[in-house]
């Protein structure tokens, strides 16, 4: 039977910090143009971030003496989430994604967030041409928010898809707080991702549900998928 690999997106193919610096970039831009602000304020928003990454555009405007409203908030928000952003693959991905290709092994990507970001990340990240690498991409906020992990179903319609079996599957992720709690439902071989400096590292396990293996660059990944 054929091989499935499955990828989260953010942190594990590329690091999801440089999406934020970027959007600040974006966002930056916009509150300059908006309320006449000077100096560095992406760098503004990045501090706000390292201390604490709630409400950081409310923060950047009340540390200025900024009067605004919610519209004008979400406004920055669209300009974070719309942006097209400045980032790269992990330098192993683009290699190991080609060397699972050609192992014949199906690749399928299922990742949470709000979907225009994502499809730009998929655009900027493949060049346009994501469909090359992975026979399919699940957003799942496409599906509807109680589709995102780690509910179950966006893995059972890659089963279906892939005609593949549990135990011919593999789901490669980085986040504790949902990436791995698939594998306390299904026998489905679950693959942490540590090499990089991810958002969610220090996040706490999901009902304590762990990966069933762990490793620190994705060049790993061919030996791990030809045991199984």
């Given amino acids: 039977m054929r091989k499935t690999v499955l990828f989260d ?3 594990t193919l590329y690091s999801e910090l440089d999406f934020v610096r970027s959007g600040y970039q974006a ?6 143009q908006r309320y006449g602000l000077t100096g560095d304020i992406a760098g503004q928003l990045w501090t706000l971030f390292e201390e604490n990454p709630r409400r950081v555009f409310n923060r950047i405007l009340d540390n200025n003496d900024i009067c605004y409203s919610e519209e004008d908030v ?3 928000v669209r300009a974070y989430r719309e942006h097209d952003p400045l980032i790269k693959l992990f330098p192993d ?39 090359q690498f992975f026979d399919r991409i699940i957003l799942t906020d496409e599906l509807g928010k109680d ?6 179903r966006a893995f059972i319609m890659m089963l279906e898809f892939f005609h593949s079996d549990w ?10 707080e949902k990436d791995f709690y698939i594998g306390n439902r299904y026998p489905i071989l679950t693959v942490r991702l540590f090499g990089n400096d991810g ?12 990966e069933l293996v762990s490793i620190q ?4 990944l061919p030996e791990i998928i030809k045991r199984i």
């Fill in 9 to 11: 997106l953010d942190d």
């Fill in 27 to 32: 966002a930056a831009e916009l509150i300059r």
């Fill in 74 to 76: 979400l406004a920055i």
């Fill in 93 to 131: 991905a683009h290699e190991t994604l080609l060397t699972l290709k050609d192992m014949g092994c199906g690749l399928g990507m299922i990742t949470d967030g709000y979907p225009v970001s994502q499809r730009k990340k998929l655009n900027a990240l493949f060049e346009g041409k994501a469909q």
């Fill in 147 to 152: 589709y995102h992990k780690p509910d179950e």
């Fill in 167 to 176: 135990n011919k599957m593999v789901y490669v992720g980085d986040n504790p």
């Fill in 199 to 210: 958002v969610y590292k220090n996040s706490p396990y999901y009902e304590d549900i762990r």
């Fill in 217 to 220: 660059s994705l060049s790993e």
